[in-house]
Nanobody
Framework: QVQLVESGGGLVQTGESLRLSCAAS????????MGWYRQAPGKQRELVAT???????NYADSVKGRFTISGDNNKKTVYLQMNSLKPEDTAVYYC?????????WGQGTQVTVSS
């Protein structure tokens, strides 16, 4: 069984930064890709950024130039550096991992950006 544990959320003001972390644990496995999604109240969950095992990245247009995703394959951990945060970034951020074609989700971490 794979578990994803997120950390790093919180309350910040507009323009400030946060760094989210997500660590995967469980039996021996190989991660195909990891990523971050977010869900704001009353909205659907949306992609924020993903990174493959070979470090190929993909970003939502709304966060390009402000967010950076990175990963540590040895630690099975993915990070999301979020700079220049805006109130519209407020959401619950979920970590997702694709492992042997199965999808795993973390429990989510709240990010709140005040204006």
């Amino acid at each position: 069984q794979v578990q994803l544990v997120e950390s790093g959320g919180g309350l910040v003001q507009t323009g400030e930064s946060l760094r989210l972390s997500c660590a995967a644990s469980g039996n021996r496995f190989s991660i195909g890709s990891m990523g971050w999604y977010r869900q704001a109240p009353g909205k659907q969950r949306e992609l924020v950024a993903t990174i493959t095992r070979s470090s190929l990245t993909n970003y939502a247009d709304s966060v390009k130039g402000r967010f950076t995703i990175s990963g540590d394959n040895n630690k099975k951990t993915v990070y999301l550096q979020m700079n220049s945060l805006k109130p519209e970034d407020t959401a619950v951020y979920y970590c997702r991992a694709v492992i042997y074609s199965a999808i795993y989700w973390g429990q989510g971490t709240q990010v709140t950006v005040s204006s």
